[in-house]
């Protein structure tokens, strides 16, 4: 085994504020929804606008961010693995079978891995800001400023704003879960803490 530096520095501050700030998204955008109270509605608004604005700026260099480095290339959809992938989350893991696929600093996520987190930035997150500034810059057709929707089409916007909530909440769940499945039950949230992995040597040469 050898301790390899697999999570930059920008990197890991993405990932933390981006689950900081969709889980305050989440409590703030359900109590605006009217599930519980605890800010009070019109603080949750103005605390959810704020943590929104936040979200974007930050995904906005983290876009730059993959780009300059060349990190996009590990979300290319990689299918030939999947279904050992799926079967080990299924069985192999209650059996302590091995995991399918060899974790390296230039391949660090496993098919599923690849294929969820690309649909987060491809779809999730931009069904979540473009609904998000939709519903944000509505007016009432009365009003000069702002984007003339109606609210008949403010209903559907409504609607699949808090979907997507919905399957975020569905996603950050089964993380939680799938983080504690690395190589010890900590392995994955140390490696996103300190950078560093203990992987398997010849994997990384
Ligand atoms: C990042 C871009 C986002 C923007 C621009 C945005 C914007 C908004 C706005 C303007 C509202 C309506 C507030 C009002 O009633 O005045 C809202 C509601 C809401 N947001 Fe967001 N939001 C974003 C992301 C998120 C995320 C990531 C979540 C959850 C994980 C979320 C969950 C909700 C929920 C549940 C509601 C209540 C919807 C309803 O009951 O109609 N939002 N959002």
Redesign the pocket.
Known sequence: MKRVYIYKGFERFWHWMQAF???F??I????????FSFFG?EQ??KL??I???S??IL?IFAIFWHFATGEWRQYIPMLENINKQIRYYITGIFQNAPHPVRKTSLSKLNPLQRLTYLGLKIVL?PL??S???L??F?RFPQSDAGIKITIDNLGI???L??L???L??AF?IAHLYLITTGQTLISNLKAMITGYEELEEEENE
Not at 28 to 35: A, R
Request: hydrophobic share 65%.
């Open positions: 700030l969709v889980i998204l989440a703030t955008g359900f109590e605006v929804h009217g599930s509605f949750a608004v959810h606008i943590a929104a604005y979200l974007i995904i997150f979540m800001i609904t998000g500034i519903y944000l509505y916007i409504a609607y704003h808090t997507g909530a919905f975020l909440i950050v």
